[in-house]
Nanobody
């Protein structure tokens, strides 16, 4: 599986962005998908994840109520809608795919990673 993230950019605090992650391959609908982020000098951290069917979603406490993860299996794409952005959301955002297993918040349990897309929120 190859993952291509897009949609990042520069936005003012309080603004919105929608990230997309397009996946290659015909087995996308069997993968758990996740979004992680990494700010300069910090470790990669969990943001959100979604089950293969889209029926279950999980969020980091820091983004709950502001971010929404969704997927379109017909388009092999997972999305991250980010609203009410804060300067502390500034990071490189990565999408990841996990083959088999349950939804996970642990980066090492994901098998495939996209290249990342930069999100910068100005105050």
């Amino acid at each position: 599986v190859q993952l291509q993230a897009s949609g990042g950019g520069l936005v003012q605090a309080g603004g919105s962005l929608r990230l997309s992650c397009a996946a290659s391959g015909r087995t996308f609908s069997t993968y758990v998908m996740g979004w992680f982020r990494q700010a300069p000098g910090k470790e990669r951290e969990f943001v959100a994840a979604i089950s293969w069917s889209g029926g279950r979603t999980y969020y980091a406490d820091s983004v709950k109520g502001r971010f929404t993860i969704s997927r379109d299996n017909a388009k092999n794409t997972v999305y991250l809608q980010m609203n009410s952005l804060k300067p502390e959301d500034t990071a490189i955002y990565y999408c990841a795919a996990r083959s088999g297993g349950a939804v996970s918040m642990l980066p090492y349990e994901y098998d495939y990673w996209g290249q990342g897309t930069q999100v910068t929120v100005s105050s």
